[in-house]
């Protein structure tokens, strides 16, 4: 189907959920749609080697969170690389060049590191950009020195991003979210779905004894080699990771309320939500 005007989507949903398979049903159905997630964004900026690459590697291999200032940092450079937001100021700045080695073609790598923290600083104190959620307490519109691109051909689903709602604040002064899904399923039946859950760890292939059970008990189906329990598939580590999501979760789903583009949808597996969210889409993308 074919979006009459810009998605710009989060989905919002406890570990589990079927975020996943939502995303991947929305980008199917709707080709002028694409994934941006922030954790791919990451890597490749990692294995680019890119200054922010460089910056946050250590904090992600300690396990730790990336700072906010530089997930937007992240994201903005993404969308203005693709056209979708721009700058009212010079065409030359439509592109954030901290992390735009990650499509430089330049032979030089030493200009991947250059002036590193100068364009760090430069960013996070640019009003465009990075104008914080305290600067803007009372109204998070769009500065007028960004503009955002609303052909449906920039429509896109951010995965990872924001999970807070500091984080959804700070990202609407950058481009604002048109529609924040929230995913429920009771919890008794995601732990059922978690019991029986097995993974081939090298593949990442994960197969569910209750509806996508494996040909042949405890194998991968392509390879034939065992399939192992994920050490955090267990209700103790599944309930804490349950409270945390509630916690934060509901004052992110609080702001989009408040904005007017909250839409919740419940469900007991992925295909009882696919045919309303699809729905729900095409009445506000397509028709």
Known sequence: MRLRKAARVILVGAPGVGKGTQSERLLKSFPQLSSISSGDLLRHNVKQRTPLGIKVESTMKAGGLVPDDLMLRLISNELSQRGWIYSGRH??????????????????????????????????????????????????HQPPSVRINQDPSASFLLDGFPRTAAQAARLDDIVPI????????PLAVIMERIGGRSVHEPSGR????TFNAPRVA??????????????????????????????????????????????EVEGCSSDEITPVLLKEFEKRFVE
């Open 178 to 185: 048109n529609l924040a899904v929230s995913i429920k399923t």
């Open 218 to 263: 405890g194998r991968d189906d392509v390879t034939g080699e065992p399939l192992v329990r994920r050490a955090d598939d267990n209700e103790a580590v599944y309930r804490a990771r349950w409270d945390k999501f509630v916690q934060t979760s509901e004052p992110l789903l609080e702001h989009y309320a408040r904005k007017g583009v909250l839409w």
């Open 206 to 209: 994960v197969y569910n004894t």
């Open 91 to 140: 065409p030359s700045d439509n592109v954030m060049t901290l992390s735009s080695s990650a499509v430089n073609t330049s032979s030089d790598p030493a200009s991947a590191y250059q002036d590193d923290d100068a364009e760090v600083a430069a960013f996070l104190s640019s009003p465009a950009h990075a104008r914080s959620s305290r600067n803007s307490t009372h109204h998070h």
